[in-house]
């Protein structure tokens, strides 16, 4: 796939985003072009956050500003070296037939929380802030929504076809959660064991 970005495009960049550098407007473009293509090779890009624990992937969504970064941070203070982050913003998620894999890419987030990499998705997990901890999961037909909000949708109608589709495969074949927490140890607990189904206390480093 070659992507090509020219000044009209970085014009309308620079109208929606003024005050940026034109180098961050660029890769912007760049962006927002290939996740325009993506559906077409079964892939699209996703608003999330995704980390690896032995050789698997797990995602968190969430809107910006509810936490999936600090939940991701306690993961890494509680359970240490066995967590790694793929990507923190925008990873690609992408069904090969038989598996749903997610990959890193450049654009992370304000952390900059990313690796050259991909794993084999287990599972994911949609944040709310509450004052109790409790972790619910979701029927295929009842995460639908929430899973289309964090996809990028084209503007194309046959990529967005196929982004449903993915869509869909994701949420027949992939256990996926809400999580309602605090940010607290008792909630890396609840969402460790119940999406690795995994003996938290086993890894857990204490702190």
């Known amino acids: 796939m070659e992507i090509e970005v020219g000044e009209e495009q970085l014009s309308k960049e620079w109208t929606s985003s003024p005050g940026f550098e034109d180098t961050y407007l660029e890769t912007l473009s760049i962006y927002r072009k290939i996740a325009e293509r993506l559906p077409t090779y079964g892939r699209a890009v996703f608003h999330g956050a995704v980390i690896q624990f032995q050789g698997k992937a797990y995602f968190f969504s969430a809107p910006s500003g509810t936490g999936k970064s600090t939940h991701i941070a306690l993961w890494r203070k509680y359970l240490g070296e066995h967590v790694g982050i793929i990507n923190g913003d925008k990873p690609i998620l ?3 037939g038989s598996r749903i ?3 890193g890419t450049p654009w992370a987030g304000k952390e900059g929380w990313q690796s050259n990499c991909c794993a084999p998705l287990q599972g994911g997990c949609f944040l709310k802030q509450a004052e109790r901890n409790r972790m619910v999961r ?3 037909k009842e995460c639908a929504e929430l899973l289309m909000r964090q996809l990028y949708l084209p503007s194309s109608p046959q990529a967005a076809v196929r982004t449903l589709e993915l869509a869909d495969e994701i949420t027949k074949r992939i256990p996926l959660w809400v999580l309602e927490c605090d940010m607290s140890k008792e909630a890396v607990r609840l969402s460790f ?6 003996d938290y206390e086993k890894f857990c480093i204490g702190g």
């Open 193 to 198: 064991e119940a999406m690795t189904g995994l």
């Open 138 to 140: 979701l029927e295929p």
């Open 94 to 96: 992408a069904d090969d």
């Open 101 to 103: 894999l997610a990959y």
